[in-house]
Every structure is written in C-alpha cells, then in structure tokens.
C-alpha cells in the first residue's frame, strides 16, 4: 500500500524550532519554508502546493502538499480567532490523508476576548495610575501591533498622559509592511485605511535605554517576548525591585526563560555572575498569544476533515491529552511522535472508475427516498459512491466503511453410508482416510466430536430403525466450494475395508 511518512527534526513534543519532514510519493519536503500566498504553486508536474490563511501575524499560512491523490496539510502556528488586526484562519474541506497541526495550547481553552482586553487595560491603567511602570514583554511582529492598537485606541478615549514607548526602529518596520499588504489585515483595518493608517500610533513613541531610569509612569512594549534575553530582559532587571510596578506576560513561555520561572511565583532569580535579582513588582498572565487553543485545533479538524492527525510543537503530556479527545471525538488514528522518530501512515490511492448510465439509471430506479450524498452506499459489490464520487475499495473495508456485518453463506450436502460401526468409529475411519488421501491439508478432530478439514465440518448420525445406515452431513463455505465437493464424491464411493 502506498504510505506517508512524517519525521519530526524540530518540535516533536516540544515547543519551537519546528522542521517537519514528509515523504510522499517518492518526494522529500522540508517543512516550515515560505511560499506565495494565495496561490497554487506547481513545484513540478506531479507536486502542487497550495497556501492558506493562517492567522497568527501578518503573513502566517497553512500548506496543503499534493502528489497525485496523496495529501498532506501542514499549519505551522495558525489561530482560529480574529483580533483586532488579524482575521481567523480558514481551510477549504480537503480531507488530507495527514494533518499536522501544532499544539502548543493543547489543553487550553480560551475566556472571552473581550473579557481579556478588559482585564489588561484595567491593570494597565491601575498601575500608571498609582505611579507605577508597566512592562510588556512580545515578539516585535504580531501580538505586539495588537497590544499597540488597544492601547492606543484606550489612551485616546481616556485622555491619559502617561507615556508608551515601543523598542525603536521596530515600529517603522512593523509599518511598513502592514501597509504593503494591508490586504491581509482585517476588514476593519481595510476599512480605515483609506481615512487613517492604525499602525501610526499617536501616544506610542520609540522608545530610548535611557527613558528606563526616568520617574514617574510609563508602558513599555520591549522585545524580545519570554524575558530570555535583549531589552526586554534588561528593563525587566531594573523595574523588578519595584512593587509598584508590573510585568504583563502576553504570551507562551518556554521552560527556563525568566518569564517561565516569574509565572511559576519565582521570587528570586540566579543572573549572569550569580547576582540574585529580587522580584517585588507585580506578575500578571494575559493570554494574547495567537495560537489556536484546544477548541480551535478541534475546529480546524472539522473543517479539513483528514483521515489522520499528527501533533507537533507542544508539551508531550498536553499533547498526549489532545491525542485522546481527538482519537474519541473524529475517530481516526493520532500520533504525537519525538524528533528524530517517523510516523507511517498508509494512504488508499483514487482509483477511476468508470460507471455506465444504464447502472446509474437503475440505481434511481429503485425508488425510495433520494440518496444522502455524505453517506457512503454500495453499489452493485464493492464499489462505493460517497460525495458525488466513486471508490473501489476491498469487500472488508467497503463492510467496515457501511458499518456492515459479514453474510457467512453456507452449503451443505448429505452422503448416506452403510457402516456396520458406531457413529464415533465411523468418524474415525472417515479422518484416517482422508488423512491418507489429503496431503497438506488441515485435518482435525472437534471437541463436538466433528472432523474439519479446513473450514469444511462432517458429522455422522444414524437413526435408530437402521443402525447401519450411516448419514454423513458436509458443511462448508463458499471458498472452499471445490474441495467440499470433492469430499462428498469422494465419501459416496465408500470407506476402505482395511480402515
């Protein structure tokens, strides 16, 4: 059977550095590059390559990988939420034979966005009212122009003062890349482009090393996101003494970043030269992150509808938890392998049919009701129609497809004897022949007393009048038809004296 292979080199059971390596059709891809989106890219005359909109930031997209009728759908980070500059991702219903979705929020499902926005601009608001400075730790493209928007649009209905500072040189490039596809926003940034650009922010200025060390409140958007390193890290060490202040997790934190351990209540920190940072200011978590939760990952399933999932970029033990629902809830295979392990599945190949107009007509002719096109039937053997379309599939699996229990049809033939032994002593005769007359076959004595050869069953009775008259019953399926009538010509010829 042809197969698909998927080898996880990067964020098998765990989170970042994704390389995902599928082998299909006798062709090698490396998974995780960039591509034309929108579009459908014929790599060569067998590979085709089709783009979708992935939300997550300006640019994210899904791939659908085709050669010939195998496919694959590959999602990198993709969010099935719209937010104030991005809109959902979305899949046409393409039944892969493979999905590979990440999963890194895989247990996670999601509060109200609304209540979210609200909750952060409360305690935005509370801390540079009290005087304090509030630091937001992102990723310069994506979460960041989010935040920036909100901000922006609360700072200018609240008429507030207090500065908000963006890492310098990351806002003009941020800029002009939203503005070179602005298509890709949402509808109502498109909406008010025309009237005003909303990524040219008004209160939120480039930020300087030295404004860290002014008095009095401020925001600060610093990068890079997780607090490991940079600006962010930096400001972080200055401001942490502060119980004034606070840190707004806005996203994902890996295992040892500063950002993990402070969110874990971690109020003493090991530095560089071994210096101890005390953490006094206050830690909020605010998940702004734009990866699909465990509801979204569940939606994009239903919409794509594969025939087996595969789960890369998350927690080993969360993944494993996604794995169960999703095995339960669509009933088809999930797997969760580490790097360097490879993942097998087998793919059943269109095969065309072709299908005469008198068979369609007779088909309708049968009265009843009209057909459900999303309900797999039969016609005429193993040929199944399901979507408009035709398969050729096995007896078994066109049975297991219809939900379909197996007709075990049998025939049975009657060889009267006259034996002047027991019914047991004529069994015995009649298996020691055939064991001399059927080499290599399967001979053997029931615990009924019956003798099979293969799935062939004799038994002997006799009737009370005429002990002597021996019925001999044959039983057997209709794969064994030939060597059942061979039996019964074979038995009406009579048992060898010497027996």
């Not at 599928?22 to 034309?36: Q, T």
């Not at 922006?152 to 209905?157: A, L, Q, S």
């Not at 009370?464 to 009406?492: C, R």
Request: aromatic share 8%.
């Amino acid at each position: 059977m042809p197969e698909i292979k998927v080898t996880p080199l990067g964020a098998g059971q765990d989170v970042g550095r994704s390389c995902i390596l599928v082998s299909i059709g006798g062709k090698n891809i490396m998974l995780d590059c960039g591509m034309h989106m929108g579009y459908n890219d014929d790599v060569d005359d067998e590979l085709e390559i089709k783009a979708y909109y992935a939300g997550h930031v300006l640019g994210a997209a899904m791939f659908q990988i085709k050669v010939g009728s195998e496919s694959v759908v590959y999602t990198g980070d993709y969010n099935m939420t719209p937010d104030r500059h991005l809109g959902a991702a979305w899949i046409d219903k393409c039944r892969p034979d493979i999905l590979i979705s990440e999963s890194t929020y895989a247990t996670t499902i999601r509060d109200s966005k609304r209540c979210r926005e609200r909750d952060f601009l409360k305690k935005v608001h509370e801390t540079v009212e009290r005087g304090g400075k509030v630091l937001i730790p992102v990723f310069a493209l994506g979460r960041a122009q989010e935040l920036c928007i909100l901000l922006e649009t609360f700072w200018e209905r609240m008429n507030l003062k207090a500065p908000i500072y963006f890492s310098t040189g990351l806002t003009e490039k941020a800029n002009h890349y939203y503005k070179l596809f602005i298509t890709w926003t949402n509808q109502k940034i498109r909406k008010t482009f025309v009237q005003r650009n909303m990524f040219e922010f008004k209160h939120i200025k480039a930020f300087d090393r030295s404004y860290a060390d002014n008095p009095g409140p401020m925001v600060v958007f610093a990068t890079p996101g997780m607090l490991h390193a940079g600006q962010s890290l930096q400001i972080f060490k200055k401001w942490a003494g502060n119980d004034k202040n606070m840190v707004i997790m806005p996203g994902y934190c890996v295992q040892g970043t500063v950002g993990h351990k402070i969110l874990n209540g971690q109020k003493k920190l090991e530095m560089e030269g071994r210096a101890t940072l005390e953490v006094k200011l206050q830690v909020e978590y605010m998940s702004f992150s734009a990866h699909a939760d465990a509801k979204g990952i569940m939606q994009l399933i239903r919409m794509a509808e594969p025939r087996n999932m595969l789960l890369v970029h998350g927690e080993a033990k969360k993944m494993e938890f996604l794995k169960d629902k999703i095995e339960q809830e669509f009933s088809i295979s999930c797997f969760m392998p580490a790097n360097g392990e490879t993942t097998t599945v087998t793919t059943n190949p269109s095969v065309p049919v072709d299908i005469s107009l008198n068979l369609l007509k007779r088909e309708m002719a049968l009265g009843g009701p009209l057909p459900d096109l999303k309900k797999p039937r039969t016609m005429h053997g193993t040929l199944i129609i399901k979507d408009n379309s035709l398969r050729l599939v096995s007896p078994e699996q066109a049975l297991k497809e219809l939900g379909l229990t197996e007709h075990q049809l049998r025939f049975t033939c009657r060889v009267q004897l006259q034996e002047p032994h027991s019914d047991q002593d004529t069994l015995n005769r009649i298996y020691t022949h055939l064991k001399s007359v059927l080499k290599g076959y399967t001979i053997q004595h029931l615990p009924d007393g019956a003798v099979m050869v293969e799935s062939i069953v004799i038994k002997v009775t006799s009737s009370a009048e005429e002990p002597n008259l021996k019925v001999i019953l044959l039983s057997w399926s209709y794969q064994d038809e030939e060597l059942g009538s061979f039996l019964s010509t074979l038995l009406k010829k009579g048992l060898p004296s010497g027996l």
